[in-house]
């Protein structure tokens, strides 16, 4: 080691700082395969769970979805509106909404709608165990079942929060959970022709679009959307109605695609 020191001592400040930078072009190199061993690749790229936020499709469908966890006071108004286009639609409630509205839980079943579980009581899931996510969306499973008579198969995730285990539980339920790619921020309050700006100009085949009921200007707004949509071409459907069947997978963007031929 003393022999090392006295010949590096010896070189003059050019070789010694060539002999540097190759000792940091080394170090570099040595960073780079490590990263790309197979094995760190493997244990980083943990392939996340995910819900389903839109829809591989060959033809141009679309859903609009709705989440009913608050007011009730424009829920027949959007009956009514969708019935004139003759258009079924999917709506995500919270248990304890109801609770206080089973009527209008019944109006959106006898209409034909879809009537899908947002949770029993708006809780924050990435906060729970799996077992009181499982317990809190079956109890909201029961209260619809008890006045629709269908058992909930989609699951909507409340404020659009979930990690893994939320994802993991609902999945072991057999349930699916469903997001958006299209959201028209209605919650907002922005002007009904703004939000029919906003859904037009963004949906695409395969396309799930967010609404609330309760939101100001959504009445207001879902007229020009549905003329608009079915104008361009779109077949507006349920959720169930939409989803892929058989094999498939959702891929990082929480695309549902079909699963491709190796």
Same mark, same amino acid.
């Given at each position: ?69 608050? /007011? ?22 919270? /248990? ?149 069947? /058989? ?16």
């Amino acid at each position: 080691m003393n022999k090392l020191k006295t010949w590096f001592g010896r070189l003059s400040l050019t070789e010694r700082r060539s002999i540097a930078s190759l000792g940091a072009l080394a170090l570099i190199i040595a960073v780079a395969l490590l990263i790309n061993n197979p094995v760190i690749v493997g244990v980083s790229a943990v392939k996340r769970e995910l819900p389903i936020y839109c829809v591989e499709r060959d033809n141009k469908c679309a859903s609009l979805s709705f989440d009913a966890a608050w /007011g009730n006071e424009d829920t027949q108004e959007l009956i009514d509106i969708l019935a004139r286009y003759n258009v079924k639609a999917t709506f995500f409630v919270v /248990g304890q909404w109801v609770d206080k509205f089973p009527e209008s839980v019944k109006a959106l079943h006898d209409a034909g709608h879809e009537v899908m579980n947002h949770s029993n009581d708006h809780a924050h899931f990435s906060r729970l165990s799996s077992e009181q996510i499982i317990s809190d969306i079956n109890a909201c499973n029961d209260k619809i079942e008890s006045v629709t008579g269908v058992r909930p198969t989609l699951f909507r995730c409340p404020y659009g929060e979930y990690d893994d285990n939320v994802i993991k539980s609902v999945n072991s339920m057999g349930m699916t959970a469903v997001q958006w790619d299209v959201d028209s921020l209605d919650w907002k309050d922005l002007p009904a022709s703004e939000i029919s700006q906003r859904v037009t100009s963004r949906a695409q085949a395969g396309s799930i679009i967010l609404f609330h009921n309760a939101a100001k200007n959504t009445p207001a707004a879902l007229p020009e959307i549905i003329e608009t949509l079915i104008a361009d071409g779109f077949e507006l459907v349920p959720i169930s109605e939409i989803l892929l069947t /058989g094999d498939y997978e959702i891929d990082n963007t929480g695309r549902q695609c079909r699963l491709k031929d190796t």
